[in-house]
């Protein structure tokens, strides 16, 4: 009497490791280089002081990659000098360097611009209004940490009124958040989720996305242009840039960010530069690589469920599975064999889908089947 059998098998040679190829989550933190500042008023309260990146129109913006005077100087801004008696405004402009502060948690970004670090520190600059005169310009700066605001006394040194001495408040720009990805061979789309530190009603979300450097993709990324929505649904743009994952911090991954218009409720476009911070501790294989831009792992297959039924002449193999994956049949006379031979080999269009095998000549046969 001749004896059949049928069982399942799944053979998973050089097996993906669950977890990667899907939805991923980083943390994402977004740096403003530019510093926002309050009106203040001098010492004795004769001069009101504004500070903006647009000349005529106060934004409160002391802002990088222009300058005046000298351009060794990191940062910049208009001033708006107003005499509180007669209220007549003298216009000029400053040049002002923003302190190093190092690096005190070595992330690879200027503490001055984390919330997390706090500031005590001085530099310099060089200033010219109208009307009033030109010099040299001291300035203390001081914020504690996890405060994203400051403050920051500006020693105008002026010889027709005596120094002109301001204490103004500002803000550290900051929005953290989570950063929701699909890895990709070729590109990495996703999502972000930001949150303004210090003030949670000021939002922005929006999709986002990276081209892989054909030459380097674990490390050069692109970020494509697009758009983000903020709390007031008003559309902030950016621009490509480059992204780089920093290998002292192999986790990390930073570059360069840049609005058309960082902040749609002024008169014009103003506070475009920012830096952009992605850490992912995600790492499926273990291979020091993260998941946000180390080749997707393919999807497993699930496990087949096989059924076998007698023909005519032939079996009938209903293999239930996957579809689009290769499935392999194999075949041997002994179930303890380790060397089955292969009968066919195909990809599943169907779920479940029903293929012919041939009745043995003799004794007893075993089929299983490999799906990849």
């Known amino acids: 009497m001749k004896t059949f059998l049928v069982f399942s098998l799944t053979l998973l040679l ?10 991923q989550t ?3 933190t977004l740096f403003s280089r530019s510093l926002r500042f309050y009106q203040s008023m001098d010492e004795s309260e004769l001069f009101s002081l504004n500070l903006s990146s647009l000349p005529n129109q106060n934004n409160g913006e002391l802002g990088p ?12 801004a208009y001033l708006d000098l107003v005499d509180q008696l007669f209220f007549e405004h003298s216009y000029g402009g400053m040049d002002l360097n923003v302190p190093a502060a190092g690096d005190a948690d070595g992330d690879g970004f200027d503490d001055f611009f984390e ?21 040299s310009v001291a300035a203390s700066w001081s914020r504690g940490a996890g405060s994203r605001t400051g403050t920051c006394t500006l020693v105008f040194q002026n010889t027709s009124y005596g120094d002109l001495v301001f204490t103004a408040a500002f803000d550290v720009l900051e929005y953290t958040g989570p950063l929701t990805y699909t890895p990709g061979s070729n590109t990495v789309s996703g999502s972000v989720d930001l949150t303004q530190t ?4 000021t939002t922005l979300q929006g999709p986002i996305q990276f081209t892989k450097s054909s030459t380097n993709r674990f490390n050069q ?7 983000w929505t903020n709390a007031a649904s008003q559309t902030l743009t950016f621009l490509p840039s480059a992204c780089l994952r920093d290998l002292n911090w192999p986790t990390n991954y930073y570059g360069n960010f840049r609005f058309d218009d960082g902040d749609p409720n002024t008169p014009d476009a103003d506070y475009y530069a920012w ?3 992605i850490d992912d501790m995600n790492d499926a294989d273990k291979d020091g690589i993260p998941d946000f831009s180390d080749d997707p792992l393919l999807a497993l297959a699930r496990p087949p469920l096989l059924t076998l039924a007698r023909g005519a002449t032939n079996f ?10 290769v499935h392999e049949i194999q075949e041997s006379t002994n179930l303890l064999s380790t060397n089955w031979l292969p009968v066919m080999s195909f990809t599943l269009t169907n779920d479940p889908q029903t293929v012919s095998l041939p009745l043995p000549a003799t004794g007893a046969e075993f089929w299983r089947v490999r799906a990849e």
């Not at 210090?198 to 009603?201: A, M, S, Y």
């Open 14 to 23: 050089g097996m993906p490791l669950a977890g990667r190829g899907g939805t």
């Open 26 to 28: 980083a943390q994402a």
């Open 65 to 76: 990659y222009f300058y005046f005077f000298s351009s060794a100087t990191t940062h910049a």
């Open 115 to 135: 919330v997390a670090q706090g500031v005590s520190a001085t530099s310099s600059g060089t200033y010219s209004i109208t009307g009033i005169g030109s010099g």
């Open 198 to 201: 210090g003030d949670p009603t």
């Open 221 to 227: 990324l692109t970020l494509q242009s697009g758009a």
């Open 275 to 277: 830096v952009l911070s």
């Open 316 to 325: 009938w193999l209903t293999i239930d599975g996957d579809i689009n994956h």
